[in-house]
């Protein structure tokens, strides 16, 4: 069984900056891919945000570059979401994702609040 636990949500004025982690815990043999998705209030379907594989390469949704940094420890199964100049519409609950042994784990989720 593989947890994740994601922290570091909370509210932020926009212009703010936050840091969401998320760890692996269990019986993870490899881990793949690890990212964060989001889900805005009011919409049904999460969107990525960004990615990282396991050799480094990252990817990012258009509306978070720049601004936005992904990255992991893989001698902790942990990967960080870095979020500077955010804006009110960034607010969402934010979910980390990884693939791990050929199997797709999401988080609980963290609330990500910007206030303008």
């Known amino acids: 069984q593989v947890q994740l636990v994601e922290s570091g949500g909370g509210l932020v004025q926009a212009g703010g900056s936050l840091r969401v982690s998320c760890a692996a815990s269990g019986s993870i043999f490899s881990i793949n891919t690890m990212g964060w998705y989001r889900q805005a209030p009011g919409k049904q379907q999460r969107e990525l945000v960004a990615r990282i594989t396991n050799s480094g390469s990252t990817n990012y949704a258009d509306s978070v570059k720049g601004r936005f940094t992904i990255s992991r420890d893989n001698a902790k199964n942990t990967v960080y979401l870095q979020m500077n100049s955010l804006k009110p519409e960034d607010t969402a609950v934010y979910y980390c994702?990884?693939?791990?042994?050929?199997?797709?784990?999401w988080g609980q989720g963290t609330q990500v609040t910007v206030s303008s």
């Open positions: 994702r990884l693939t791990a042994d050929k199997r797709i784990y």
